[in-house]
């Protein structure tokens, strides 16, 4: 039966199904179990999608099995429940986002789509990384809370990306100082980009500044 992805799950990052595809092709243990539900007669996994999409395209052997934690006769709550009882040890905002279905949730992933595909030097897929780049799942995260919790729905997710335009140019043009390594600068003079001058993202200051003097606040 086809196991598809639950539909309160991301799309799998591509370079983390890269990793993980890599690190099993060169024999490296990766983990066969998915964590799966039967809804209505169909199955979804709800846990494991990076290794279930990476098992389609590795080389596997005839032979080889996958373990399947199936919840039967159950409904899409149930699994979203399941989820976070499996990762409750990883923090609320690596996967809230996973469980949130509106209008922002998808004009932020646009935000980041159109960056992943102009910076994809300064894109990182393994949770750990350092400024200036960015993981997608977290820099999702990052705006979605900027837009909901810090400026508590008051900007538009258009007015983010407007301010964060500026943000960058005013970096460019040294309006506000650098941080970091003289590494980190060269890259980001290299490629016109400075957004993430700090380790846990945007300068909330910075942009709350630019939001005030655009009206936005």
Same mark, same amino acid.
């Given at each position: 039966?086809?196991?598809? =992805? #639950? =539909?309160?799950?991301?799309? &799998?990052?591509? @370079? *983390? ?9 060169? @024999? ?19 846990? @494991?999608?990076? *290794? ?5 395209? &590795? ?20 699994? =979203?429940? &399941?989820?976070? &009882? ?38 990182? #897929?393994?949770? *750990?990384?350092?400024?200036? #780049?960015?993981? *997608? ?36 043009? @040294? ?13 980001? =003079? ?28």
């Amino acid at each position: 039966m086809f196991i598809q =992805k #639950h =539909k309160f799950n991301r799309d &799998a990052d591509p @370079g *983390r199904v890269d990793i993980i595809i890599e690190s099993f092709n060169s @024999g490296n243990y990766v983990p066969p179990n998915l964590f799966v539900g039967e809804v209505d007669g169909s199955l979804f996994c709800y846990d @494991g999608n990076h *290794r279930r999409e990476a098992f389609l395209k &590795a080389n596997t052997p005839d032979d080889f099995q996958i373990i399947l934690d199936v919840m039967f006769n159950t409904n899409h709550e149930a699994l =979203k429940s &399941a989820f976070v &009882a499996i990762n409750e040890s990883v923090q609320v905002p690596e996967q809230y986002m996973n469980f949130i279905e509106d209008d922002l949730k998808t004009e932020v992933s646009n935000i980041v789509k159109d960056l992943v595909l102009k910076y994809p030097d300064f894109v990182k #897929h393994r949770v *750990r990384y350092q400024k200036p #780049h960015f993981n *997608r799942d977290h820099l999702e995260n990052h705006f979605y809370k900027i837009v909901s919790e810090d400026f508590n729905g008051n900007i538009t997710s258009t007015q983010l990306k407007e301010c964060l335009t500026i943000l960058n140019d005013r970096y460019k043009l @040294g309006a506000i100082p650098l941080a970091g390594s003289a590494n980190s600068k060269r890259k980001c =003079k290299k490629f016109d980009f400075y957004l993430f001058q700090s380790s846990s993202g945007v300068d909330i200051g910075h942009l709350r500044t630019i939001m005030t003097e655009k009206g936005y606040l």
